[in-house]
Antibody, heavy 120, light 111 residues
Framework: QVQLVQSGAEVKKPGASVKLSCKAS????????MNWVRQAPGQGLEWMGI????????NYGQKLEGRVTLTRDTSTGTVYMELSNLRSGDTAIYYC?????????????WGPGTKVTVSS | QSALTQPASVSGSPGQSITMSCTDI?????????VSWYQHHPGKVPKLLIY???SRPSGVSERFSGSKSGNTASLTISGLQPDDEADYYC???????????FGGGTKLAVL
């Protein structure tokens, strides 16, 4: 069973960038697509993007395209999410989530989340 | 694809059944999309309840069921329990593009 470990909380100023990590353990990292989902305070879940760890192909949600970049390090089994030009609305909990065992893009394994605070 | 539409809230009493909807799952292009449902208790990690419209992952109670009719997917919870009080989200996933979209979420109150 895959387990996901995420990096620690971050506090950033507006205009800065943040790079979060999500390390998969317990299974074959490159076999499963990794997604990032965030939830701002009082808001719903928002899909940010997806990466195929095997070949590095990515796709992003329309709202964040241009500011979000997903990358991976196959040697360490880690996926990174970088969000640039941060604004207060990016204050949120950021989850990584994998599609490991079920059809149709089901996110069945989730990381614990990383809190990002954007404040001047 | 735009965000899926879910009612902001639904409520029910313990033991009752409720159904919540998720509309606009097909989009305008007619491409088949997979529907999943998630339960999210505040402060906890979201949990997969239903995948591929109506299938349940192992370990998920039979009280949770999914269905689809036309452009609308539905989640039914039978025998409501206090712990079912949570936020519920639907997603639509397009395999050919790997694009996903969440619904706005429905807050379930068990009164």
């Amino acid at each position: 069973q895959v387990q996901l470990v995420q990096s620690g909380a971050e506090v950033k100023k507006p205009g800065a960038s943040v790079k979060l990590s999500c390390k998969a353990s317990g299974s074959s990292f490159i076999s499963y697509y990794m997604n990032w989902v965030r939830q701002a305070p009082g808001q719903g879940l928002e899909w940010m993007g997806i990466i195929n760890p095997s070949v590095g192909n990515t796709n992003y949600g329309q709202k964040l395209e241009g500011r979000v970049t997903l990358t991976r390090d196959t040697s360490t089994g880690t996926v990174y999410m970088e969000l640039s030009n941060l604004r207060s609305g990016d204050t949120a909990i950021y989850y990584c989530a994998m599609m490991t065992g079920y059809a149709g893009g089901a996110l069945d394994v989730w990381g614990p989340g990383t809190k990002v605070t954007v404040s001047s | 694809q735009s965000a899926l539409t879910q009612p902001a809230s639904v409520s029910g009493s313990p033991g009752q059944s409720i159904t919540m909807s998720c509309t606009d799952i097909s989009g305008d292009d007619g491409v088949y999309r997979y529907v999943s449902w998630y339960q999210h208790h505040p402060g906890k990690v979201p949990k997969l309840l239903i995948y591929d419209v109506s299938s349940r992952p192992s370990g998920v109670s039979e009280r949770f069921s999914g269905s689809k009719s036309g452009n609308t997917a539905s989640l039914t919870i039978s025998g409501l329990q206090p712990d079912d009080e949570a936020d519920y989200y639907c997603t639509s996933y397009t395999p050919s593009t790997t694009l996903m979209v969440f619904g706005g979420g429905t807050k379930l109150a068990v009164l």
